[in-house]
């Protein structure tokens, strides 16, 4: 099965740093766009970041560009994100997610259970 595995949040001041890990298995890892979404009590879920199967292009909320950097290792089956400069309106629970993915005829995104980022003094 698809397994999807968010590790690396927790509380943090402004200005500090996280770096978060998604590991995942199932799947053709090297083969799939990744993404990381992050909801906000009360909030849609919104995208963050996302990078292309190779590591070759990659794509960020306005909200979070500068700050934060997606990336990954087709190798380890991970994809990252680094969190820089953080902010409390960056608070939310991080999911990882692989969409699109195609599986037994049927195209759906997958998603991790979830890690808090909270950024509070």
């Known amino acids: 099965q698809v397994r999807l595995v968010e590790s690396g949040g927790g509380l943090v001041q402004p200005g500090g740093s996280l770096r978060l890990s998604c590991a995942a298995s199932g799947f053709t890892f090297s083969s799939n766009r990744m993404a990381w979404y992050r909801q906000a009590p009360g909030k849609e879920r919104d995208l963050v970041a996302s990078i292309t199967s190779a590591g070759s292009m990659t794509n960020y909320a306005d909200s979070v560009k500068h700050r934060f950097t997606i990336s990954r290792d087709n190798a380890a089956n991970t994809v990252y994100l680094q969190m820089d400069n953080l902010k409390p309106e960056d608070t939310a629970v991080y999911y990882c997610?692989?969409?699109?993915?195609?599986?037994?005829?049927?195209?759906?995104?997958?998603w991790g259970q979830g890690t808090q980022v909270t950024v509070s003094s």
């Open positions: 997610c692989a969409p699109g993915l195609l599986r037994y005829g049927v195209r759906r995104d997958y």
